[in-house]
């Protein structure tokens, strides 16, 4: 099955910073990814999906680019309200299942 | 407004058995997929099981082949999810979360969780 790795692990970073986040791919995906925004205690939010696509509501200042084994979200200015932990997710077509990279969290510096 | 409201969390000896549920309301239940998705204390996401629109057909994680069944009532807008054998390691939030498509997808509208706790 294919493995999604999200580096980094952690990230600090300052409100009005600009980031990116890395989720990469054991192999060739197309553009079938997305991205999720967890705070504590909170489920997961959806923010991105086929790998550059914002779901709706989700602020602009969020985008995802990339296709085939390498993709980033990327905030281009950070808010408070943004630091959580991220996840990609890709659902895998044989054998049928659904896989998550192990998260990147989003602290503040 | 999508709603998804997962219940039935609890603490359960090793080796028992729980079941949970979770009503959604706010969409065509039947024309999509439905996942159980859980995340151990301090840990990321693990994705669980799936199951179609219909309730043909049903995937699940290795972790749980064997020992968790996924249905729905598609009836009642309600997904399931049957947990036997119970290991420490399946204690975690699980979350009840609709899919994209009517198969797989992404998992776009998400319940609150619920806490399974498994332990003597």
């Known amino acids: 099955a294919i493995q999604l790795t999200q580096s980094p692990s952690s990230l600090s970073a300052s409100v009005g910073d600009r980031v990116t986040l890395t989720c990469r791919a054991s192999?060739?995906?197309?553009?079938?990814l997305a991205w999720y925004q967890q705070k504590p205690g909170k489920a997961p939010k959806f923010l991105i999906y086929?790998?550059?696509s914002l779901e709706s509501g989700v602020p602009s200042r969020f985008s995802g680019s990339g296709s085939g084994t390498d993709f980033t979200l990327t905030i281009s200015s950070l808010q408070p309200e943004d630091f959580a932990t991220y996840y990609c997710q890709h659902f895998n077509s044989y054998p049928q299942s659904l896989t998550f990279g192990g998260g990147t969290k989003l602290e503040i510096k | 407004e999508v709603q998804v409201l997962e219940s039935g969390g609890d603490l359960v000896q090793p080796g028992g058995s729980l079941r949970l549920s979770c009503v959604a309301s706010?969409?065509?239940?039947?024309?999509?997929?439905m996942s159980w998705v859980r995340q151990a204390p301090g840990k990321g996401l693990e994705w669980v099981s799936a199951i179609s629109g219909s309730g043909d057909t049903t995937y699940n994680a290795d972790s749980v082949k064997g020992r968790f069944t996924i249905s729905r009532d598609n009836s009642k807008n309600t997904l399931y999810l049957q947990m036997n054998s119970l290991r420490a390691e399946d204690t975690a939030v699980y979350y009840c979360?609709?899919?994209?498509?009517?198969?797989?997808?992404?998992?776009?509208?998400w319940g609150q969780g619920t806490l399974v706790t498994v332990s003597s």
């Open positions: 086929d790998a550059s």
């Open positions: 979360a609709s899919l994209t498509g009517s198969f797989l997808g992404y998992c776009d509208y």
């Open positions: 192999q060739g995906i197309s553009s079938a």
């Open positions: 706010g969409f065509t239940f039947s024309s999509y997929g």
